[in-house]
């Protein structure tokens, strides 16, 4: 099927896949391991309470910021890769 | 020289600075009042966004919820860092492609209908006129403290400053004004912050002293201050909260809430590039990151010292006697935002968890009720004065607290009175307006949306960060579903989008109005703002992600049920998914 799409087409959709394993990220930091699975992670101690504190408090925060550069660093590449940048 | 000159000097002479930028910078075209001129540099408009987004709230309000709350509170450490992943991956450098002035130009002109744009300005104006309101209520804390002035008065200082620069200076006034404002609050933020960190931990760094070992009695920190709450009845710092739901979906409604605010996305407008945009959110997230690591540590901190000053020997031995209480106390007692009643008239201050569940403890140790109230906004501001800082600091925090309240005012203000000259009356009333005509309309409905958010700053609807908490959800609700379906679907039709808006915005306006009155005024509520009334335990603060999901549902089907959009709109979303071609932002190129 990638093989008939045309390069813009394939450009956009390697485009959704980095933004969906993003977002995949994105989510299990902050949903997951600082809210949900918090229970879970109780018994990892950090700092005189659990690693989901911290996840809550600061780990989310610096993910979200790793996150981000990284989309810019992949779609600066996919932007050259397929010419379609300015 | 008096506590009150040093503040006025501080306070002063960051407003002078200000004021100096904005002159300097003085708009002469509406490109330049609107965006800038498309000319600033991503770590530059980076700063300048930090600078917009962090607010009153942020600043002011926030650590004394974290404060208050605890691991419970989290959320808005989360939220409002997270929205910005949403905003660099799904709108911003789209919107950037799109290459216009305004959120309704992009909703108005992708869904072909000036009804669509005309909702979307409504929408735009109720999120940003419930985030003034926030922000008022923030300056107006810092200011009657500061200058010892009334909170009445406060307000009205601030409306008058923010008059000048919003209106005279335009987005160029407030992009370099909002970095000198960005460099003012981080400062003032972060040396109050390290003091007490040494003082505490020993750590120099506030992010890492907050899990370090607590100096006087070798706990960790979270460890030792858990045990000291406990002792008083509250819960304990660190607790889990069982209401999951509702923690998740106000997370949620912060992060969407983010995206959508048009104060935030114009933002994205300013830079040259696609490219640029999408660095530009990493870089805005990265001088954020550095208050909000910082936030929790002052929560924690100022906690444990509010505590530890009221009993000095732990909760068994007799409390602070009032006549001997710090000076802190007794300033902020003035403005009536700390309050005393010696319940059990022995002259001392107890300060705990009046509940059912302790009542017993307190009363064996002759306690008659809680003594002290203390305002959740006054903890960042009084932070200094807790920790026995020089007087030099609680000069540079207050100018801080201000400049975080008038920067993001002055944002908002702008997004709203591009939304009524550029949108409502250019682009729907009157297309044939002068650009100096459509000037003159853009400062006018400044001057308006001012008069009517310190009106609303005069009667607020909680503290500063909850009723900014309410603009995120009406934003998350309305906004950012809009554009994001208007990028990533090629289906999406006018009615699918304005029915999804409205379906949006309505529900989670009544869901809001329910809970907190008609219009935010008290006592016309219908149902009691407590847990027991709530819809599967979601609060007011939390519907906002419901009302997005509402909005992306009603739209889907809306739109399956109609026409597709015509071709050329189609043609216009597919444009918009590539960066080539993209040229500096404009409204007079289509």
């Known amino acids: 099927m990638s093989d008939e799409k045309s390069p813009a087409a394939q450009y956009w959709s390697a485009n959704l896949r980095l933004i969906l394993g993003c977002l995949i990220v994105w989510a299990f930091v902050s949903y997951g391991c600082a809210i949900l699975f918090r229970p879970l992670l109780a018994g990892i101690q950090f700092g005189g309470t659990d690693l989901g504190f911290w996840f809550a408090q600061q780990g989310s925060i610096l993910s979200f910021i790793g996150l981000i550069f990284f989309y810019a660093w992949k779609m600066n590449k996919l932007d050259k890769k397929f010419d379609l940048g300015e | ?590």
């Open chain 2, 1 to 590: 020289m008096s506590q009150f000159a040093i503040n006025l000097i501080f306070v002063g002479g960051s407003f002078a600075l200000y004021i100096g930028i904005a002159i300097w910078a003085r708009a002469s075209s509406t490109k330049e009042f609107y965006v800038a001129g498309g000319g600033i540099n991503p770590v530059t408009n980076g700063m300048a966004t930090a600078a917009d987004w962090m607010s009153a709230a942020s600043f002011i309000s926030m650590a004394g919820l974290i404060s208050a709350g605890g691991y419970a509170n989290s959320t808005f450490l989360m939220g409002w860092t997270g929205g910005y992943v949403l905003l660099a991956m799904l709108l911003a450098p789209y919107l950037r492609k799109f290459g216009k002035f305004t959120v309704p130009d992009f909703i108005g002109d992708r869904f072909y209908s000036s009804k669509a744009r005309l909702v979307a300005v409504v929408c735009l104006i109720v999120a940003s006129v419930t985030y003034v309101i926030g922000q008022m209520t923030g300056a107006g804390v810092a200011f009657s403290r500061f200058l010892e002035v009334s909170s009445t008065a406060g307000i009205w200082i601030a409306a008058v400053i923010v008059f000048f620069y919003a209106v005279f200076g335009g987005m160029k006034g407030i992009t370099y004004t909002q970095v000198a404002q960005y460099v003012v609050l981080i400062i003032a933020y972060t040396i109050p912050a390290i003091f007490i960190s040494l003082q505490l931990t020993g750590n120099p760094i506030p992010m890492f002293g907050l899990f370090s070992e607590h100096t006087d009695s070798g706990m960790p920190l979270l460890a030792k201050l858990d045990e000291v709450v406990r002792e008083l009845g509250f819960r304990d710092y660190t607790a889990d909260v069982s209401n999951k739901l509702n923690m998740v979906l106000f997370t949620l409604s912060l992060m969407i809430g983010t995206a959508g605010l048009p104060h935030v996305i114009i933002r994205f407008f300013t830079v040259p590039k696609v490219a640029d945009a999408r660095w530009s959110a990493g870089w805005a997230l990265v001088f954020i990151a550095l208050l909000y690591l910082t936030a929790p540590a002052v929560a924690s901190m100022a906690r444990l010292n509010l505590l530890t000053t009221v009993f000095p020997d732990g909760a068994e031995a007799p409390a602070l006697a009032y006549d001997e209480r710090p000076q802190w106390i007794r300033s902020w007692e003035e403005t009536g935002l700390v309050n005393f009643d010696d319940k059990n008239n022995d002259g001392r201050i107890q300060f705990y968890n009046a509940v059912p569940s302790f009542e017993d403890t307190a009363e064996s140790r002759g306690w008659a009720g809680n003594e002290l109230t203390v305002n959740n906004d006054i903890l960042v501001l009084a932070n200094p004065e807790i920790a026995n800082l020089p007087g030099w600091v609680i000069g540079l925090i207050a100018a801080g607290g201000i400049a975080a309240a008038l920067s993001t005012a002055a944002g908002l203000l702008l997004a709203i009175s591009s939304a009524i000259s550029h949108d409502l009356i250019k682009k729907t009333l009157k297309p044939d307006i002068s650009e100096k005509g459509e000037m003159l309309a853009a400062r006018i409905s400044m001057g308006g949306a001012i008069l009517l958010a310190t009106y609303l700053g005069l009667n607020p609807p909680g503290f500063a960060a909850q009723t900014v908490a309410l603009a995120f959800g009406i934003a998350a609700a309305s906004i950012f579903p809009a554009i994001m379906m208007g990028i990533f679907s090629t289906r999406m039709n006018d009615k699918g989008a304005i029915a999804g808006m409205l379906a949006g915005l309505l529900s989670t306006l009544l869901y809001i109005f329910t809970y907190l009155g008609w219009f935010f005024i008290p006592d016309t509520n219908m149902l009691a703002n407590t847990a027991d009334n709530w819809l599967f335990g979601i609060s007011p603060l939390s519907f906002g992600a419901v009302g997005a999901m509402i909005n992306f549902g009603v739209a889907f089907i809306v739109s399956n049920a109609t026409d597709a959009p015509p071709k050329e709109i189609q043609e216009l979303v597919e444009s918009v998914r590539y960066p080539k071609g993209a040229g500096a932002a404009s409204h007079l190129s289509h």
